[in-house]
């Protein structure tokens, strides 16, 4: 039987407000007066982590970093990997490569400048790298990324790139990492299991399920969440269409809960680590 495999977790750091699915109601110029909750609520997923003593990586938004370099440097202090989640929260199919290359570049340098560390790895916003922007990995490339964690192999209304590898894969040839969010394969398709709002819809035995029928051939996954997904007190953007407000706030109370019930039931680590293996090669 093969060893249980450490899988990542991983927490893309951006606030309730940056969200793709308020984009169209919240604009980005109005971001810096509204309320943040991100430290709050970054530190409550840090003192779960240290009381379940998992590791993960922090994929965090330059903007946030730029207004909470305290919490940067917590991050970092505790142990975490700490990665970056670009700089405006942009999707990156929306850009052109110049705009990408100049926001997720801005975004590592100022990480590194306030962490301290090296930043290796990348998440796009909302696993917005798919058919229409492969030069996404040129670029991420250029500007001093060794991996990038944003591509979601299933089909889905808002992202998704159904015919992608479904394990870490080197794009184009290129020295770029991409380790896919991931899927279980059933009945010739891929289903989603790297967490998200998945992990607040469906029951918790079905996620755990999922993640050990992965698990089983030995190969790590990779799971994400995010300080807003805990945060039932956040306010409320009543103006958004219903379908984003629905998929926003579900569940939101009952999160904590389980995401401590999962840090216990599977063992985790920073991407840098579950991944040091396809990293090197
Ligand atoms: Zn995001």
Known sequence: MPLRPINAMTVDVEDWFQVQAF?????????????RRVEANTDRILAMFADARVFGTFFTLGWV????????????AAGHELASHGYW???????TPADFAQDVGSARKLLEDIG???????RAPT????????????????QGYSYSSSVYP??????????????????????LLEIPMTTVHAAGRNFPCAGGGYFRLLPYQMYR???????????????YTHPWEIDAGQPRVEAAPRMA??????????????????????????VDQAFAEALKK
């Not at 301290?116 to 990348?122: D, F, I, P, R, T």
């Not at 579900?250 to 039931?265: E, V």
């Open 209 to 223: 399920a999922a993640l050990r029928r992965f698990n089983r051939d030995g190969a790590p996954g990779i799971f």
């Open 23 to 35: 984009a169209g109601t919240i604009s980005r110029n109005d971001w810096d007066g509204l309320e």
């Open 116 to 122: 301290g560390v090296a930043v290796a790895g990348y």
């Open 127 to 142: 696993f917005s790298i798919n058919t229409r922007n492969p030069w996404a990995f040129d670029v991420l490339a250029e």
């Open 154 to 175: 299933v089909r889905h209304d808002l992202y998704g790139m159904p015919d992608a590898p479904r394990f870490p894969y080197r794009p184009r040839n290129g020295s």
């Open 65 to 76: 970093a730029e207004r909470h370099p305290a919490l940067v440097r917590r991050i970092v």
């Open 245 to 270: 407000k629905f998929r926003h706030y579900l569940n939101l109370k009952r999160t904590p809960a389980r995401l401590q019930r999962l840090l216990r039931d599977f063992a985790w680590g920073r």
């Open 89 to 95: 929260h942009r999707l990156a199919h929306e850009q």
